[in-house]
């Protein structure tokens, strides 16, 4: 079976006014399933029906195809950010992912610094990524649809700072945008279930 556009875990208006159900509209609907489309389309020449989306991506980094890359890999980024959002203030860190942040950052609010300083300052499109990394938590960003899928790194957060993820509601203001997404609509509760190996394989399927 093809790859699917996934269920938004909350309702489209669910962030508002953090963000908007038109941005859902073209970010989801649009956007995200552009690259599910364009990912089934070059499965069977590629030989790779039944493979999950990790396979497929790793698969294609590993033989250098940047058009299977670029959509399979843009799957899996945006399957795995819409988890990482949530109603505002409706969890923050706790437990082990508390522990670990004060840790690998003295506290919170150095973390929320760190993401969204890392963030704006990526160059052109992009993500930035809360990683665990040997061990340790990590802040670092990556270019175009590339992932921490295909590294040795575990995802544990993302931010999409590809202007598409912004521009009808923050218009040029990626700053902005970023600091209201850490302060406001952060599933911390993913976040930790990440952590402890439990979360980012929701962001994968079966072809």
Not at 83 to 105: H, N, V, W, Y
Not at 159 to 174: F, M, P, Q, S, T
Request: with cysteine.
């Amino acid at each position: 079976m093809p790859f699917t556009l996934p269920e938004l875990p909350y309702a489209k208006d669910a962030l508002v006014p953090h963000m908007s159900a038109e941005t859902f509209d073209y970010h989801h609907g649009k956007h995200h399933k552009a690259y599910v489309d364009k990912t089934n389309g070059m499965l069977g020449e590629k030989g790779l029906e039944g493979a999950s989306l990790v396979e497929v991506i790793k698969a294609a980094s590993d033989k250098g195809d940047k058009g299977l890359f670029n959509n399979s890999a843009q799957i899996w980024n945006h399957s795995f950010f819409w988890q990482c959002l949530a109603p505002a203030a409706s969890t923050k860190p706790s437990g082990r992912l508390a522990e670990m942040i004060a840790s690998d950052f003295g506290d919170h609010a150095t973390l929320l610094e760190k993401l969204a300083t890392e963030a704006t300052n990526h160059f052109a499109s992009g993500w930035g990524w809360l990683v665990l990394n040997n061990g340790r938590l990590e802040v670092t960003s990556l270019h175009d649809a590339d992932t921490p899928v295909a590294h040795d790194m575990t995802p544990l957060l993302t931010l999409d700072v590809w202007e598409h993820a912004y521009y009808i509601d923050y218009r040029n203001e990626r700053p902005r945008f970023l600091k209201t997404v850490l302060d406001n609509i952060i599933n911390w509760d993913f976040v930790a279930q990440n952590l402890d190996g439990q979360g980012a394989g929701r962001a994968d399927q079966k072809s």
